[in-house]
Nanobody, 124 residues
Framework: QVQLVESGGGLVQAGDSLRLSCVASGRTFSTYTMGWFRQAPGKEREFVARIGWTAALTYYADSVKGRFTISTDKSKNTVYLQMNNLKPEDTAVYYC?????????????????WGQGTQVTVSS
């Protein structure tokens, strides 16, 4: 059974950085794409970034491009989301997700497996 466990959230000020981690377990992820999503209060869950586990091809939402970086450490079965120059509008619960069905991995329905989420709060 696939398990995804996020960590690294917290309360920071605008302009600060955070690194989120997602430890994946339960199967071999070589064919999987890993994604990060976020959900602010009263809003839909939105795509943030994704990465292919093997080829490491990345794709970002326009709202985070140039500020966030997604990466993997295969030796630790971990996906990271480095978030720099954080803004108050980045405040949300951040979720890690995984799937291998394709094809685009940019909407919630593209992913079958989800973590429990980690809260990121950015104060102005």
């Amino acid at each position: 059974q696939v398990q995804l466990v996020e960590s690294g959230g917290g309360l920071v000020q605008a302009g600060d950085s955070l690194r989120l981690s997602c430890v994946a377990s339960g199967r071999t992820f070589s064919t999987y794409t890993m994604g990060w999503f976020r959900q602010a209060p009263g809003k839909e869950r939105e795509f943030v970034a994704r990465i292919g586990w093997t080829a490491a091809l990345t794709y970002y939402a326009d709202s985070v491009k140039g500020r966030f970086t997604i990466s993997t450490d295969k030796s630790k079965n971990t996906v990271y989301l480095q978030m720099n120059n954080l803004k108050p509008e980045d405040t949300a619960v951040y979720y890690c997700a995984a799937d291998d069905r394709g094809p685009y991995y940019v909407i919630r329905d593209d992913y079958a497996y989800w973590g429990q989420g980690t809260q990121v709060t950015v104060s102005s």
